[in-house]
């Protein structure tokens, strides 16, 4: 009995050895739930320029008239979109189109109005005219028809084409301008610039896209770690400011950490969570040697007042483990690490909480380690909770 009081005193100087977990089962595994990673989005851009050139006065601009139109060879219209708004790494899966008319005359013959696509962004609104203009290039990237007899009515002119989709691709990945031309072989339509007064009938250009966030890696050290210990003579006593951890299944010692999650940004999706702790020194007398990571619900627990009479409970099952073996009892520092999937939901759901915080309780099988603490001086061998995310 002394003896093993003496041993439990000095896990007061000593730290313990720990190790990679045995992979969850197949039970464990099918409880895990992440968010999807591959998000969809959608944004309406309305033109940052638009303005119509005509040969008839082909040094005139009218980049500031609330309306443009296309009239055979007598008029065509230019509009540049900013693409910049669109997160990196975008995927284009569908683009449209639209535009506003509100009055118009069919001529006769080929009526649609075609969109293509003019590689020079660099044209003003307020300076292009018909001598300046850049010229569009390429195939049509296709078209709308809309049928006036002179009489005013709103009809929305739509171009959904496929073929939108690798232009507005090829410029997302380039200078994030998209420059069109629109013209019509036969008819004459009018519409609302993007000077209307009425927001809703500006041209616009509506983009889908698919993506994958940017991942992110943070790694924290806990603001709190503490050990309970249950020996009769130590159920009260506090461990806060002590420089190792023992993890053993003496009495038992067991480790309390708590990490605050405030420095990843709100909303963020969690990847992947890694546990890890330097141990010391341990020993491995035979039997389960694995050290189990269990969930604290309760994150109000005190470093200095945390003691085996008031320790909170765990919540569920383990959330993986880690394995250190020690064939003796000699100083030799090794790192533990502890990165089941089964941490990311409990560590997303902390994430997404009022308080940001998570506590965890390190539980020892057979084997005995002890661990370096947030107290330890040097830096690399405190615990550490890396966590990978996006947003």
Known sequence: M???????????????????????????????????????????????ADTQVTPSSPSTNYGTSGAWEVNRGFSHVYLR?????????????????????????????????????????????????????????????GEWFLWYNSTPEDKLGVNASPALVPVVQGELSGDKLLSLRLHSPGYKTVYRSRESSVVAQRPRLVITYTYSPPEVVTTLEPEADTYISGHPWEHTADYG??????????????????????????????????????????????????VYTYL?????WGENTLNYTNAPP????????WFVWYPNFDPLDR???????????????????TDRRISFRIVAGDYKGYYYSRETADPARRPKLEITYSY
């Open 2 to 48: 002394r003896c093993s009081r003496l041993l439990a005193a000095n896990t007061l100087l000593l730290l313990s050895a720990l190790g990679c977990g045995a992979p969850p089962s197949d039970e464990q595994q099918a409880s895990v739930s992440t968010r999807a990673s591959a998000l969809e989005g959608s944004v309406t851009l309305a033109p940052v």
């Open 81 to 141: 979109f900013d693409l910049g708004g669109l997160p990196a790494g975008a995927t284009v899966t569908s683009v449209r189109l639209e535009a506003m008319a509100y009055m118009g005359f069919a001529y006769g013959g080929d009526g649609n109005v075609y969109t293509t696509f003019v590689p020079d962004d660099s044209w003003s609104e307020t300076a292009l005219t018909w001598n300046n203009k850049p010229p569009a290039t390429g195939d049509t990237l």
């Open 296 to 300: 604290v619900p309760d994150n109000s």
């Open 335 to 353: 790192l533990a690490v502890n990165d089941s999937p089964l941490l990311i939901p409990a560590v997303q759901d902390a994430s997404d909480a």
């Open 241 to 290: 400011s002590a420089e190792i951890l023992p993890g053993t299944f003496f009495w038992p010692e067991s480790p309390f950490l708590r990490f605050n999650l405030g420095a990843i940004p709100a909303g963020a999706l969690i990847k992947s969570v890694k546990l890890s702790a330097v141990s010391r020194q341990g020993t491995s007398p035979g039997g389960d040697g694995h």
């Open 314 to 321: 765990t919540s569920g099952a383990a959330l993986g483990s």
